[in-house]
């Protein structure tokens, strides 16, 4: 069975650390020898199965007191390094930083290397250094993988060629959830509060909505970024003298049954990758309004009035139109929340895993 080595900079709660949790149990659950090396260990991370061995690939304390560019250089040699000692037969790296170096440490090897983009390219991979590198670089790659048209059509035609889009497996815990028998008079969002995901618009749209619909509330789930967003969210529902009715409500590990029952599913992003809180709220039958935010998660994931709605980015009088319209036409909210379920065929873990794995055979195969 085949020797699989995950590469990211840690597996901190996020949206790319989920997806190789989860790819790696399930690899690991088929009998595959799987190592996870990050960068570092960090306080809130996932939890992996016993079998699969974590690694550390960052800089040693030594190498801490390099400059720049050579403590750029160490990361590479020490991933080169655990490679050349562990050989295993591919490769495959999420994320900007931890792409880049996944095809350095491999030049030269008979090691394949796929790189992932799990964000908006044309926020992420836009300055000189990047453009230069993504040129340089993922044409060795011997895969690309993408999550959507949108992300892949940045890149050049040679890049394209050799990639494939595979979508991110839903957490198989928001799957098969019963249907509520009566929905909460509550609009909900999960998601890290960060400005890109932008619930400032959120609270303003809601405010909106609650002046036609008094009885109803805001919930906003997702860990603190530290990057001022929460102070910004907190100062806005009080200068909206809105507390009674709109609540941060923190980050949660049992999402499938806080959200379940609510009215309707409320995403705000300026922009994203593929969203897994948009996937995990559709696999829960949430009735959705969604911005159409680049690169194209939403539009790839919803298509309008069949299983959600899709809304203008950074509007938040079409968000309040959207949730009213949900909250007014409960049997339009109960058919779009009854399709949005189907994402878990396209999207279950055993489906996904099963698109890696016969990706990863093609290119072993390749390469030998």
Known sequence: MR????????????????????????????????????????????????????????????QEKANRIRKFLFRIKNLRDFLKREKPDIIIAFALKANYRAVMATAFTKIPAIISVRTNPYNHYTTFKDKLLTTLLFSRAEGNVFQTEGA?????????????IILNPINE?????PKPAARRKAVVQSGRLVGFKNQLMLIDAFVSVHEKHSDYILEIYGGDSKDGTKELLEQSIAEHAAGSYISLMGASDELEKQLVDAAVFAFSSDWEGLPNALMEAMALGLPIVAT????????????????????????AGAMAAGINRL??????????????????????????????KE?????CGEKR
């Not at 892949?152 to 494939?164: D, E, L, P, T």
């Not at 815990?173 to 959830?177: E, L, Q």
């Not at 990706?359 to 290119?363: D, G, P, S, V």
């Open 173 to 177: 815990k928001y799957i098969g959830t």
């Open 3 to 62: 020797k699989v080595v995950f590469h990211l900079n840690c597996l901190e709660q996020g949206g790319a650390e989920r997806v190789v949790t989860t790819l790696a149990n399930r690899f690991v659950n088929d009998g595959y020898e799987v190592f996870i090396a990050t960068e570092y260990f960090a306080e809130n991370e996932f939890i992996i199965d016993e079998r699969i061995k974590r690694v550390h690939v960052g800089l040693t304390q030594k």
């Open 327 to 356: 909250i007014e036409d409960i049997e339009l909210a109960e058919r779009l929340g009854d399709q949005a379920r189907n994402i878990e065929k396209r999207a279950n873990v055993e489906f996904i895993c099963s698109q890696w």
């Open 152 to 164: 892949r059509n940045f890149f050049s035609k040679g890049i394209q060629k050799r990639s494939r």
């Open 292 to 315: 159409d935010c680049p690169c194209g998660g939403p539009r790839t994931l919803i298509t309008d009035e069949e299983n959600g709605l899709l809304v203008p980015v950074g509007d």
């Open 359 to 363: 990706y990863i055979e093609t290119l």
